[in-house]
């Protein structure tokens, strides 16, 4: 499976599950390393700033199926994982189940590792 493919799929299911309350404004994909290899999680919260990153740790929303397993990826860093899932994420914005979703009516959707800095996908 690819990104691009695990990032859809994974995103189809959470915005066809799930309903965030009114209050959250802004989304993150964060990104992090496992023993399983790369991984993705969806958050989101209350409050978006460009200035401040630490918007996306004050999580109010986490859904049921906050993980999506992306696996080793053989011969790519963590800028190339980053780089790919961004596109997903803006592919999926941009399809007909994305472009209806809560995540494209949203103020922000950035997606970003944990311990590095957070590319905005989406701001309105």
Known sequence: MT?????????????????PAPQIVAFNVGLF????????????AERYSEDDPDWA???SFTPAHRY????????RDSKAVQQAVID????FLGSPSGADSFLAKARAVTVG????????VKTS
């Open 3 to 19: 990104v691009t493919s695990a990032i859809e799929t994974w995103l189809q299911e959470v915005v066809r599950d799930e309903t």
């Open 33 to 44: 390393q496992s023993p399983e290899g790369y991984c993705a999680y969806l958050c989101g």
């Open 57 to 59: 740790h004050e999580e």
């Open 68 to 75: 999506c397993v992306l696996g080793e990826l053989e011969g």
């Open 88 to 91: 997903s994420v803006r592919a």
């Open 113 to 120: 590792f944990d311990d590095g800095e957070l590319v905005a």
